[in-house]
């Protein structure tokens, strides 16, 4: 079920953090805030004309143009997500938002764990990256503009998914962001390889872990706790298309996705690629930042029943991301002429591996008929297919997609094995289609 609340209900609450969130307006003691830059130019979309006195207007106000209606807020630049939380902000993007080659910036979904942090005032260039550890034979401190000068910088099309994607469908309930299908996307990326810095660093023999650490804030607001701090080991971290990056789609990273700089593990679970990146750790050991202990992004290491404890002992860290694919047109739900063929289109990923095959099925799975699917522009990208496919008779149809990676592992019709936290449900994708004469 997803959550969306109104402006009134989230003003109510926190005058203070609705203007953050809404505004990227930052508020000082004085309660009088200042909007500019992308604040004031949400703000000014959002009412629809500038606002030529802005810098008066008080913290926590809800413009006259919107105060007449509690409809559920949007995230400025995100308009058609769904919004899923808002403390901290979740929002995902309908399967059919999701039909471009590569995901535009507007349609990436969005997946935080604190309070973001104020960007506005940053000097990107100056913006500095620290990396030490146990394991760091040649700690290093350097800035965003050393960074784009010292290494040979890479744009690849890489693939980004919630390890939570598709949690809204089991049963018993797990908890967390209800997702449904949208918390994936494969936007252009720019940066430089990882393993170029670790390798100036010198990574010692006994190193088994990257992990990260970040500018965002625990929504406690307490400055000793830290939202998040994943990683991954050392042979992900030295693979090709690991990227610090600070470009998404050719345009610097909107600050919702970790502006300045920020890591990209492709293919494993999202919170690997930390955000609003500060600090890098070479472990010799595995990781034991936030959310990395206890059940978080682990699933049981044998199968369980549906709703069984399983102790924290008994699960295993998620790595690479199972194989999966998405209907992104048409959209589900659409009326169509039986006499006439439907195209079909979609992508289809498998975490760390490749996607060979394709399938469709229009009688709940009975038969399944082979979609053209094209290879990969690099590794880590998602992949494309297309097809048609004819109706037999007038009435209700559903569309199933399944795909096969390259170790013959495939999607299942139904959903996968529960786990308590709702991972990595990669059932085939449906969409509905009323047929008619």
Known sequence: MKKLRGMHELYAEDEIYADEMLWRRKTPLTRRGFLRGAGLSAMSAAVGA???FAKYMPAGLIPAALAQTDAPFEIPGKNGLMVLNDRPINAETPAHLLDDRVTPTNRLFVRNNGIPPFTDDIEPLAWRLTIEGESCLRPLSITLE???????RHTLQLQIECGGNGRSEFYPAAKGNQWTTGAIGCPEWTGVRLRDVLDDCGV???????????????????????PISRGVPIHKAMEAESLLVWEMNGEPLPPLHGYPLRLLCAGWPASVSGKWLQRLLIRDRVHDGEKMTGQSYRV???????????????????????VKSLITYPKSGIQHPRDQKLNLRGHAWAGDDRVRRLYTSVDFGATWQAAKLDKPVNRLAWQHWQT?????????????????????????????????RGYLNNACHRVAVMVHA
Request: glycine share 6%; net charge negative; proline share 11%.
């Open 146 to 152: 050393e960074l784009k000068g010292r290494y040979k």
């Open 204 to 226: 010692a023999r006994d190193a088994v872990y990257v992990a990260y650490e970040a500018a965002d804030t625990h929504l406690s607001g307490d400055p000793t706790k830290r």
């Open 388 to 420: 048609s496919v004819r109706f037999p008779a007038d009435g209700y149809f559903e569309v199933w997609a399944r795909a096969e990676d390259d170790n013959g592992e495939s999607q299942p019709m139904v959903l996968p094995g529960w786990n308590p």
């Open 300 to 322: 049981p290491c044998k199968p369980i029943e549906p709703g069984e404890a399983v102790a924290d002992q008994d699960m295993c860290i998620i790595e690479s991301m199972p």
């Open 50 to 52: 500038s606002i030529p």
